[in-house]
């Protein structure tokens, strides 16, 4: 055999599934069956850390505790609990989806690959964790973190973004599901936390995890060079200022979809800058947020003029929390002492 075949043991999958049953955190969407409220985790969870997904959780499931609430809901009153926690496609994807469930489905989650493959939203890693989390199905499951994961494990030093080294990783990851259905949502669920706690990106605790024994790159000490990537993603470094403007008791907004980057959202007026442009004289402070592949250096001028033709909206501010703005606004409102101190963020 290659060195760079290596395999997995046979217990592999129980050794996992063993150790996440001692060491799993306790976290809301772990002590429910229902497929409806794993599935809305498992969306939230993309690309969204576990601390920063637990209240926004309990408020959606709080406020749309079926799928039949989720499908009647108004879009705009989804999106108003998916604020501030980004890739709003997400919230619109898990809208429509509900709707399909409710309508095509008799409003329950399909539970076959082909059909919840058929939902919006729903890619190939969604619904091996759905499936056999929610159902126990025997369904593989292969994000960024299990790519990392299983790549170090088996010692592959290729690079991770080549399609045959992911195909490769996929097979990995089928040929390990278990058949016993008692152990798999334990195994899905010990992966992800595996990923999670202790083959982490930077410094993977090794002493702590499970099948170090059966790791390549734990036993060449190659674990910070694994995986390999071949295109690094450039992220852009941009400026922009931000007006907050009052008028007696009203804030001025652009209006729904002024800014591209925000296309469901109202906005703070707001003047793109250029990287290497001087800094505004007068900003009153600055901030700054990321979207994608775009890190933004945020410049908030209080109570100046703003651009003539910028089509204002005024907000009382009782309506201030009721209205749909991106993260980075709703951050420079509470900013404000006199915000925070007549119109506090509806938790
Ligand atoms: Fe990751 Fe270390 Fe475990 Fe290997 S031994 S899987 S590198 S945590």
């Not at 939203?121 to 593989?140: D, M, P, Q, T, W």
Request: charged content about 25%; aromatic content about 10%.
């Amino acid at each position: 055999m290659k060195k760079s075949q290596a395999s997995l043991p046979t217990n592999f999958a129980v050794l996992v599934a063993q150790w996440f049953s001692a060491h799993a955190r306790d976290l809301p969407w772990r002590k429910t069956t229902d497929p409806y409220k794993i599935w809305v985790s498992e969306i939230m969870l993309q690309q969204t850390t576990v601390a920063t997904v637990i209240p926004y959780y309990e408020r959606f499931i709080k406020r749309f505790p079926r799928v039949e609430d989720l499908a009647k809901s108004p879009e705009v009153q989804v999106l108003k609990f998916w604020e501030g926690l980004g890739y709003y496609s997400r919230a619109r994807n898990l809208h429509r989806a509900s709707q399909m469930v409710v309508n095509d489905f008799g409003g329950k989650i399909p539970e076959s690959r082909d059909q919840i493959l058929q939902l919006p939203g729903i890619g190939a890693y969604s619904a091996g964790s759905i499936l056999s989390i929610a159902f126990r199905k025997s369904e593989a499951a292969l994000d960024g973190n299990l790519i990392r994961v299983y790549s170090r494990l088996l010692g592959i030093r290729k690079p991770v973004d080549e399609s045959a080294v992911i195909r490769r990783l996929w097979g990995v990851a089928r040929s390990q599901v278990p058949s016993d259905v008692l152990i798999i949502r334990e195994f899905t669920e010990g992966m992800m936390e595996l990923g999670a706690l202790v083959c982490t990106p930077k410094n993977p605790q090794c002493s702590q995890c499970p099948v170090a024994q059966f790791c390549r790159a734990n036993e060449k000490g190659i674990q910070s060079e694994i995986p390999i990537k071949n295109k690094r993603m450039n992220r852009k470094k941009l400026r922009e200022t931000v007006f907050v403007r009052r008028r007696g008791d009203h804030w001025g907004f652009l209006e729904k979809g002024a800014d591209p980057k925000f296309p469901h959202f109202q906005r703070l007026p707001f003047r793109s800058l250029k990287i290497d442009s001087r800094v505004p004289k007068h900003f009153t402070f600055k901030t700054k947020y990321s979207v994608t592949d775009r890190d933004f250096e945020v410049f908030v001028v209080v109570g100046t003029a703003i651009r003539k033709d910028a089509k204002m909206v005024w907000v009382p501010t009782e309506e201030l929390s009721n209205i749909l703005l991106p993260a980075v606004d709703r951050k420079i409102l509470r900013h404000l002492q006199d915000y925070s101190s007549v119109c506090k963020f509806k938790k």
